[in-house]
């Protein structure tokens, strides 16, 4: 059983600040990381992947992959209410994607 | 219209009837997915497609049954539905495969199942 575990929160932030999600993943075979957001009754869209261990920024978004303690993360800087979604992070191994349960998110004004 | 599109959006059915929900996708992208989306359990892959006339299992298939004559459709069948498939059923597509740089899934609506 592969398995991805995120902290369910919710997340509280207030706006402006520094928000971190983490996501720890069970198969060492793992190739690719994602982090998806889903607004409350809406689909999930992909904003960020990352396939080698450091930082990868986009914007005011930042993950993080380290593969050896087998931990991803995601940090969203200078949060805006808008930011306010479930963030779920998902391992691609072989063929098949999985998904962590979701961290919620919420940006305070 | 480009993208992708399922329906129905929302069902309610009763216990041992069949279903079929549909997804539709425009791009011609290899991949499909079918997850469900349950509390507590966060999304989990039922079954995938590779290309037409390709389907493998996922974590969940048990109680489902795909298949996929077209590239652009992958409609999922519950055979006999139990109140335990009541969900949200999430398609997807990639076009992972086809030499796209980046592995990205691209979610439909989602259909909201009820079983009663």
């Known amino acids: 059983q592969k398995e991805v575990e995120q902290n369910s929160g919710p997340l509280s932030v207030p706006e402006g600040a520094i928000a971190s999600l983490n996501c720890t993943y069970s198969?060492?075979?793992?190739?690719?990381f994602f982090w998806y957001r889903q607004y409350s009754g809406k689909s999930p869209e992909l904003i960020m992947f990352?396939?080698?261990?450091g930082d990868k920024e986009d914007g005011r978004f930042t993950a993080q992959l380290n593969k050896a303690s087998q931990y991803v993360s995601l940090l969203i800087r200078d949060s805006q209410p808008s930011d306010s979604a479930t963030y779920l992070c998902?391992?691609?191994?072989?063929?098949?994607?999985?998904f962590g349960t979701g961290t919620s998110l919420t940006v305070i004004p | 219209d480009a993208g992708i599109t399922q329906s129905p959006r929302y069902k309610i059915t009763e216990t041992g009837r069949q279903v079929t929900l549909m997804c539709h996708q425009t791009?011609?992208?290899?991949?499909m997915f079918w997850y469900r989306q349950d509390l507590g359990h966060g999304l989990r892959l039922i079954y995938y497609?590779?290309?037409?006339?390709i389907t493998d299992k996922g974590e969940v298939p048990d109680g489902y049954v795909v298949s996929r004559s077209k590239t652009e459709n992958f409609p999922l069948t519950l055979e006999s539905a139990t109140r335990s498939q009541t969900s949200v059923y999430f398609c997807?597509?990639?076009?992972w495969g086809s030499g796209a740089p980046v592995e990205e899934q691209y979610f439909g609506p989602g259909t909201r199942l009820t079983v009663t």
């Open positions: 198969d060492r075979g793992s190739q690719s």
């Open positions: 791009w011609s992208h290899s991949y």
């Open positions: 990352i396939y080698s261990n």
């Open positions: 998902a391992v691609k191994a072989g063929n098949q994607f999985y």
């Open positions: 497609s590779a290309a037409a006339d």
């Open positions: 997807a597509s990639s076009s």
